[in-house]
Nanobody
Framework: QVQLVESGGGLVETGGSLRLSCAASGTSFLIIAMGWYRQAPGKQRELVARITPDSTTNYTDSVKGRFTISRDNGKNTVFLQMNSLKPEDTAVYYC?????????????????????WGQGTLVTVSS
């Protein structure tokens, strides 16, 4: 099993900054891609940013130039640095990971793909 634990949300004024962190823990797993999604009240969950093991990144258009995603592969941790925050960034932010559970048997090793979500952390940007 893999668990994701997020931290770093809170209340900030327009133009301010926050840094979210998400750490993956568990046994016998490999983390592949990691990312951040958000869900504002009354809206669907949307992808904010995503990063692959070789640090290739992609962002939703509304956060380009303001948010930066990064990861520490050694610690299975992903970060989201959010600058120049706007009221429309207010949402619950969820960490997401594409992972593989590793099972070692006598003569082979098998991998099972899983998708894991964190519990969410609230970001509120006041106007």
């Amino acid at each position: 099993q893999v668990q994701l634990v997020e931290s770093g949300g809170g209340l900030v004024e327009t133009g301010g900054s926050l840094r979210l962190s998400c750490a993956a823990s568990g046994t016998s797993f490999l983390i592949i891609a990691m990312g951040w999604y958000r869900q504002a009240p009354g809206k669907q969950r949307e992808l904010v940013a995503r990063i692959t093991p070789d640090s290739t990144t992609n962002y939703t258009d509304s956060v380009k130039g303001r948010f930066t995603i990064s990861r520490d592969n050694g610690k299975n941790t992903v970060f989201l640095q959010m600058n120049s925050l706007k009221p429309e960034d207010t949402a619950v932010y969820y960490c997401n990971a594409a992972a593989a559970l590793v099972q070692k048997e006598e003569t082979r090793t098998t991998y099972r793909s899983v998708e894991v979500w964190g519990q969410g952390t609230l970001v509120t940007v006041s106007s």
